[in-house]
């Protein structure tokens, strides 16, 4: 079935340095992405998104990459803080055309930041 | 606090009984989503309304689930005779349609607990 994963559960990260996280997905239709962030015992919250006719979207201090050749997404985080420490899921929305609105999450990475 | 809002934050209860969950959505939002969460997975969803109308459901949700949004606003996730696997976090979510000037974007409340013993 349709499905979006992840590639590394877990990601250390020294305060300071850069993050990426990266995301496979599988459905070429899809025509939006969205990463969140989770943090312990909270709901998701929205980070930054991507439409499918884009490569590349830039937000503050993250950068959201689009290969759809691959079918492939990342987040990266510049100069990571240790309020970056929380669970990245990237979640996949189909074309409204499709007629459902459900996104699709992929499992999930949890990024360590390292003081 | 305008977010969406969940009640209660956490439901500790017997396996068997049944249990109701509250969401409480972005006022002006008229879409309405549940996804149940299990420890170190991504959300699952589970059912969508637009205004009252329950537009979509999940296979995975069962006939002891039932979701309601009556007038259009909160919505209630009620677990009949609960079992052992029903333990996860059940998240809302809701947005604004684009057609009432909304985007794609579901805002998500903190959740509700359950722990089935």
């Known amino acids: 079935g349709e499905s979006v994963g992840l590639h590394l559960p877990t990601l250390s990260v020294q305060e300071g340095d850069n993050s990426i996280i990266n995301c496979a997905y599988s459905?070429?239709?899809?025509?939006?992405f969205i990463w969140y962030k989770q943090e312990s015992g909270k709901g998701p919250q929205f980070i930054i998104d991507i439409r499918s006719n884009m490569d590349k979207r830039q937000g503050q201090r993250v950068t959201v990459l689009l290969n759809k050749t691959v079918k492939h997404l990342s987040l990266q985080i510049a100069a990571t803080q240790p309020g970056d420490s929380a669970v990245y899921f990237c979640?996949?929305?189909?074309?409204?055309?499709?007629?459902?609105?459900?996104?699709?999450f992929g499992t999930g990475t949890r990024l360590k930041v390292l003081a | 606090d305008t977010g969406v809002s969940q009640d209660p934050r956490h439901k500790i209860t017997k396996r068997g009984q049944n249990v109701t969950f509250r969401c409480d959505p972005i006022?002006?939002?008229?879409?309405l989503y549940w996804y149940r969460q299990t420890l170190g997975q991504g959300p699952e969803f589970l059912t969508y309304f637009q205004n009252e109308a329950q537009l979509e459901k999940s296979r995975l949700l069962s006939d002891r689930f039932s979701a309601e949004r009556p007038k259009g606003s909160f919505s209630t996730l009620e677990i009949q005779r609960t079992e052992q696997g029903d333990s996860a976090m059940y998240l809302c979510?809701?947005?604004?349609?684009?057609?009432?000037?909304?985007?794609?974007?579901?805002?998500f409340g903190p959740g509700t607990r359950l722990t089935v013993l």
């Open positions: 979510a809701s947005s604004l349609s684009a057609l009432a000037g909304g985007g794609n974007e579901q805002f």
């Open positions: 979640a996949e929305i189909p074309r409204p055309t499709s007629g459902t609105y459900k996104y699709i």
């Open positions: 006022s002006e939002h008229n879409r």
């Open positions: 459905n070429s239709a899809s025509d939006y």
